[in-house]
């Protein structure tokens, strides 16, 4: 069983459109993130969920709405999509901020999107 | 706010011989954790090791230990004994326990090459 699952794995779309992501983890966690690796491979945070509740918004454009039914569950929505919204897109789950553990990120494979 | 730096964008390393892979860390959290993780050629996010701000003794896991000098802010990976399969780039990210939410930050990334 796959802890953390995205899909789809590709998209490739033209600009304008809209398209999701999905993303589900199957550890019990109660966080959940959606980090943006580009082209150079630099990771960036973009949204985390605490139990259904956004807890980290970093400065994504509104055209990106996140959407978290339950904490094992976490969408991503882009609208109008850009040239410079490829990348790949990574969901994540951890354990909660204040519990006493590590903390580690559990990463699914990655999403990645192509926009032409 | 966390900020981490990881200041070698490519490493080589001769196969058996051990490697560093140097990171350097801010943040204004009393408390917090900092994490390596590697992403091969396949693109999946691999969680290495954990150091906690206030433990007493490096970590290990495995052929990996952590090097945390924490006057210095710094928490170096080592990599003994490396192997082909250590080829990937390698990320160092930082927790607090305290603020940020439980967001991780991440460095710009190593890749590290070992030849044969």
């Known amino acids: 069983d796959t802890a953390v699952s995205q899909t789809p794995k590709y998209l490739v779309t033209q600009m304008g459109n809209d398209k999701s992501i999905k993303c589900e983890q199957n550890?019990?966690?109660?966080?959940m993130y959606w980090y943006k690796q580009d082209s150079k491979k630099f990771l960036k945070i973009m949204f985390s969920y605490n139990n259904k509740e956004l807890i980290i918004n970093e400065t994504v454009p509104n055209r990106f709405s996140p959407k978290s039914p339950d904490k094992a569950h976490l969408n991503l929505h882009i609208n109008s999509l850009e040239l410079g919204d490829s990348a790949v897109y990574f969901c994540?789950?951890?354990?909660?901020?204040?519990?006493?553990?590590?903390?580690?990120?559990?990463f699914g494979e990655g999403s990645r999107l192509t926009v032409l | 706010a966390q900020k981490i730096t990881q200041t070698q964008p490519g490493m080589f390393v001769q196969e058996k011989e051990a490697v560093t892979l140097d990171c350097t860390y801010d943040?204004?959290?009393?408390?917090?954790?900092l994490f390596w993780y590697k992403q091969p050629s396949s693109g999946e996010m691999i969680f290495l090791i954990y150091?906690?701000?206030?433990?007493?003794q490096n970590a290990t896991e495995g052929r990996y230990s952590l090097n945390f000098q924490k006057a210095r802010k710094s928490a170096n990976l080592v990599i003994s004994a490396s192997q082909l399969g250590d080829s990937a780039m390698y990320f160092c990210a930082m927790r607090g326990h305290n603020t940020n939410a439980g967001k991780s930050t991440f460095g710009d990334g190593t890749t590290l090459t070992v030849k044969p």
């Open positions: 150091q906690g701000s206030y433990d007493q």
């Open positions: 994540a789950s951890s354990q909660g901020p204040q519990a006493p553990n590590t903390g580690e990120l559990f």
């Open positions: 943040t204004s959290d009393p408390s917090y954790g």
């Open positions: 550890l019990g966690h109660d966080t």
